[in-house]
């Protein structure tokens, strides 16, 4: 099969809305596998959305090289090419002297070819530089194609091909004018997530735009042959190949306001025997089942709608003093506890606004609060729903949930912020809500033992 990662030299280079288009338009023809450096669930949303296949993320700094190249593996089966978006710039991540946590380290984990996303606004020879220093700064990281945004007209265009191909001999597949149709809807945490977005014409509209333009500046034919030709054969039985017999059910929140989850949980309920129960803390009643998962989300942009479902937040409550295991991540952190504030200013608000939410959690949430984006590293007890383990995650919030001085934490972090103070994961009952999102693979012994404490109260 073939494959290409795809970066930027830098956060805001285009680089996600050219691999939305290219995956969407090389779906027409190919069966087109997605993955998405970094953790991260709103750019896979799309990149699911427009290739059919569930977008899976690749992270060095929560896996390490093995876990990063059996996912890859699994996830590319009965495919013929594989896109990799990178995150951020090729060389960020979480140091400054080593490659932990950045693009360049699963392009050298999975051997890929790298093509360079530039944003050459109002430069055109330095554009030579930026990629020759790009090339320099690691041997291991072949950069085989450029990719040219922001360009302004013919003659910026030429003098930027021309200094690339000449000084750095590396082709420019591509030469992107500067267009406002070519950015993506923004939120206060990123891009709006392709679920919420789908169906309105406006949103819609634009996602075309972009296709129609790198379809139109970008030569597919050169992209194509600069991919590099892969062996799968390798890849042994992954662990997520067990098809158990489901024995335990376990409620999955998933609607517009709780979607942040990565493709990879559904495989490992499934290869531990558990059955998801998708429900819509929004719209429905909460279902039956023996454990319950509340994802991350936007759950502040439907507090009314969250808080007209009185019936929803009375049973979450009910189901947890009775200690059926439940655990949530970020916004269903939120979602848990007993209020949330929306304070003046909020997304142009000129009061306080309160809304009431399940009451899990004797606190309260806030927002805004300042911007918190981190990589995690940290512990847990042995009495929590998760077990005693280590392990490393992310959090990614602009709220701030302030919780009883009573509370119980099952996380004690040496990286990161949690709910306080280093201190995350509330327990209450057997319920643990944290500001720490995890990933199912790579604490895959945490999710374990949740499914088999939900196996056990049933």
């Known amino acids: 099969m073939k494959a290409v990662l795809i970066t930027g030299d830098r956060s805001g280079s285009g680089k996600t809305s050219i691999t939305l288009a290219l995956s969407s338009l090389l779906s027409r023809t190919h069966s087109v596998q997605t993955f998405k450096v970094g953790m991260d669930y709103i750019d896979p949303s799309y990149l699911s959305a427009v290739t059919g296949r569930p ?79 790009f090339c320099a700064f690691d041997p291991g990281i072949r950069v085989a194609g450029v990719i040219l945004n922001n360009i302004k007209g013919t003659m910026h265009k030429d003098k930027a091909v021309a200094a690339i191909e000449h000084y750095c001999g590396i082709p420019v597949i591509g030469a992107i004018p500067r267009m406002e149709e070519m950015q993506l809807t923004m939120r ?24 129609k333009i790198i379809g139109e500046y970008v030569d597919l034919e ?30 999955i929140a998933l609607d517009e306001a709780f979607n942040f989850y990565y493709a990879d949980l559904f495989d490992v309920l499934r290869a531990y025997g558990a059955e998801a129960i998708p429900f819509s803390p929004v719209h429905d009643r909460l279902p039956d089942a023996e454990g319950y998962i509340i994802g991350g989300g ?25 200690g059926v295991p439940m655990y ?24 306080d606004a309160s809304y009431e939410m399940c009451g899990v959690y004797t606190g309260e949430t806030r927002m805004p609060a300042q911007r918190v984006v981190s990589y995690i ?31 119980r934490f099952a996380y004690q972090l040496t990286r990161g912020i949690g709910i306080h103070d280093t201190l995350d994961g509330a327990m209450v009952d057997n319920t643990l809500g944290s500001y720490t999102h995890l990933h199912p693979v790579a604490s895959m012994g945490m999710f374990r033992h949740f499914i088999d404490r939900c196996r056990k109260k049933n």
């Not at 662990?239 to 489901?246: S, W």
């Open 188 to 211: 206060h945490l990123g891009l709006i997530p392709f679920r919420e977005g789908t169906g309105r014409g406006d949103f819609d509209a634009r996602v075309q735009a972009i296709k």
């Open 377 to 407: 590293e940290g512990s847990s007890t042995a009495e929590s729903v998760v077990g005693k383990a280590r392990f490393r995650g992310h959090e990614f919030h602009y709220s701030d949930v302030v919780l009883d001085k009573t509370t």
């Open 222 to 251: 050169q992209f194509h042959e600069l991919m590099a030709d892969i062996s799968l054969e390798s890849a042994t039985e992954a662990f997520l190949d067990t098809y158990p017999e489901p024995d335990v059910r376990i409620g």
């Open 328 to 351: 949530a991540e970020c916004g269903g952190l939120m979602y848990l506890t007993e209020q949330m504030l929306l304070q003046q200013g909020w997304q142009g608000t000129t009061k």
């Open 55 to 133: 977008c899976r993320n690749l992270d060095s700094f929560t896996m390490d090289d093995s876990t990063i190249r059996q996912i890859y593996g699994f996830g590319c089966r009965g495919a013929d090419m594989a896109l990799v978006e990178g995150v951020r710039g090729l060389y960020e991540g979480a140091e400054a002297l080593n490659d932990i946590g950045t693009t360049a380290s699963i392009a050298k984990v999975l051997s890929l070819p790298v093509i360079l996303v530039v944003s050459a606004q109002s430069i055109t020879r330095s554009a030579a530089a930026i990629v020759k220093g």
């Open 298 to 322: 936007y759950p502040e942009l439907f507090v009314k709608e969250l808080e007209s479902n009185e019936k929803m937040r009375s049973a979450v409550k009910e189901v947890s003093k009775n």
